[in-house]
């Protein structure tokens, strides 16, 4: 039998969860979901979209590149999961035995033991009926697998494969392989944030998690001295941003020099405090810089118990530093889930490479593991410490990132502010003279 296949055209089906929980701001939910599938293929102009029921089509023109399509949709937050369509188009009379055998196609491929077929109308004028369909394509797929010698049966409830379709005002669609989605929320939609972004693993996916909630966050990175030159760490850190900013289409990152602070600390403070004095600074900072993009709380990537400074006594004492909220999504974590994530957002190879990490540097043998905010407070009395803040704030280096058509754009923005093309501290010190 042959019939009117749509098979060059791509339509993807997406299904997105949570939204619709937000009561009265669900249109607000959903119209910015819907701005960033818009902004995502912004270098699609043939692409169509349609909102049949709780779903978004999306209808590519012929000859789309799946697999772009595929990649790029796996960065549109919220998506619970979506599915690369079999579309054919309707009128003829035997649309239901079209419906029988695009099923098959589709489905003959998947491994499963039981199954189930569900259909959803969002056109009335078809003139079969939901329950009508679901029977009659079940039935035909459950023949067809029982002739092929498949012990399968049909099982409502929870099945393992789901055959789906779709009677839309266009064509009908038909899918059963499920693409998850990052899950969560829309991109930009719960609030500001600032993320201090080392080089490491940890504050990147800590920076993912949140944004997957729906915060948009900037980005703070402190370099120190000490490195040969190609041995920064700012070149690792505008990759993670680069990683990072297609989830929410913009991104700021502030790169603030940082080894005075440090020597100011070395010289003042007692050997233990050090490290803790420096993220204590870090934080002082990182708040400037919040409130300066109106950003309401900070993001650091603290793992309960990972190291001397992150245990329970110590992360609070140095959050004592600042009254702005610290958020540490990654404070219930083990080591081994924060890199699957790595490797899932992609942050892992970039995090892997070596680069030179400013906090080691003067770091004594035996760092305090349980030291209070009053002793931290008391270690650093010799210092300015609001002086210190506003100066290295006033001398940070901003630059600015933007994703659309699948590239990021890196735009160095404002008067005083340096033109870092160099990828080590020397070229930057160069620069900054
Ligand atoms: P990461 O893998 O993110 O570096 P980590 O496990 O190595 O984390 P620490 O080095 O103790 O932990 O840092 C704890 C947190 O402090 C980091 O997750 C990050 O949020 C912040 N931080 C550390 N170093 C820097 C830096 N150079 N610039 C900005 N933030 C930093
Ligand atoms: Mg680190």
């Not at 937050?77 to 035997?94: E, H, K, M, P, T």
Request: aromatic share 8%; with cysteine; net charge positive.
């Amino acid at each position: 039998m042959s019939f009117p296949k749509e098979m060059l055209k791509t339509v993807i089906v997406i299904h997105y969860h949570e939204l619709w929980l937000k009561g009265r701001n669900r249109k607000f939910f959903l119209g910015k979901f819907l701005l960033a599938l818009r902004r995502a293929f912004a270098d699609f102009p043939g692409a169509r979209m349609r909102q049949p029921g709780d779903r978004v089509v999306l209808e590519f023109g012929v000859n789309a590149p799946v697999e772009t399509v595929i990649a790029r949709l796996k960065r549109v937050l919220g998506i619970a999961y979506f599915a690369v369509a079999r579309s054919v188009q309707r009128g003829s009379s035997d649309d239901l035995e079209v419906l029988c055998q695009v099923a098959w196609e589709e489905i003959a491929p998947l491994e499963f033991s039981n199954f189930a077929v569900r259909a959803k109308r969002s056109d009335k004028s078809f003139p079969h009926r939901v329950d009508e369909i679901e029977r009659h394509v079940g039935r035909y797929l459950l023949e067809k697998l029982r002739a092929a010698g498949r012990p399968v049966r049909v099982q409502l409830d929870d099945p393992e494969m789901t055959c789906r379709i779709e009677i839309t005002p266009g064509p009908m669609l038909v899918y059963a392989r499920r693409i998850p989605g990052t899950g969560g929320l829309p991109a930009n939609t719960t609030g500001r944030m600032v993320c201090l972004l080392s080089g490491g693993f940890d504050s990147a996916v800590a920076a993912y998690k949140m944004m997957r909630r729906g915060a948009h966050v900037n980005f703070v990175h402190f370099w120190g001295g000490g490195a040969r030159p190609g041995e920064s760490s700012v070149h690792v850190a505008r990759a993670l941003v680069e990683c990072l900013v297609p989830y929410q289409f913009t991104a700021k990152l502030y790169l603030v020099a940082f080894e005075q602070i440090q020597r100011e600390i070395v010289r003042s403070a007692p050997e233990q405090y050090r490290l803790l004095l420096y993220r204590r600074m870090m934080l002082r900072i990182a708040e400037r810089i919040a409130r300066r993009n109106h950003a309401q709380a900070i993001i650091a990537g603290d793992s309960l118990g990972q190291v001397a400074s992150q245990t329970l006594q110590n992360m609070v004492a140095v959050g004592a530093a600042s009254p702005m909220p610290v958020f540490r999504p990654l404070a219930g974590d083990d080591k081994q889930e924060i890199l699957a994530l790595a490797r899932r957002i992609g942050t892992f190879e970039v995090s892997e490479e070596p680069f030179h990490d400013c906090c080691p540097l003067f770091l004594p043998r035996s760092p305090a593991l349980y030291a209070s905010a009053a002793d931290l407070a008391e270690a650093e009395s010799a210092l300015d410490v609001v002086e210190l803040a506003k100066q290295a704030t006033e001398a940070s280096v901003l630059e600015k990132y933007s994703y659309s058509s699948g590239r990021v754009e890196r735009v160095e923005t404002g008067s005083a502010v340096l033109n870092i093309v160099a990828n080590s501290v020397g070229q930057l010190n160069q620069q900054k003279a």
